[in-house]
């Protein structure tokens, strides 16, 4: 099953959770819903 493509603004949501906020991963995929 291929990954369905993230829009742009989720990606940028996904690196600002991480390095601003400082969050693991697990809970960044948990916030977004990303798999």
């Given at each position: ?8 603004r ?8 991480k ?6 991963e ?10």
């Amino acid at each position: 099953m291929p990954n369905k493509r993230l829009p742009m603004r989720k990606i940028k949501e996904v690196l600002r959770l991480k390095y601003v906020c400082g969050l693991s991963e697990r809970e960044i995929a948990r916030s977004c819903h990303v798999t």
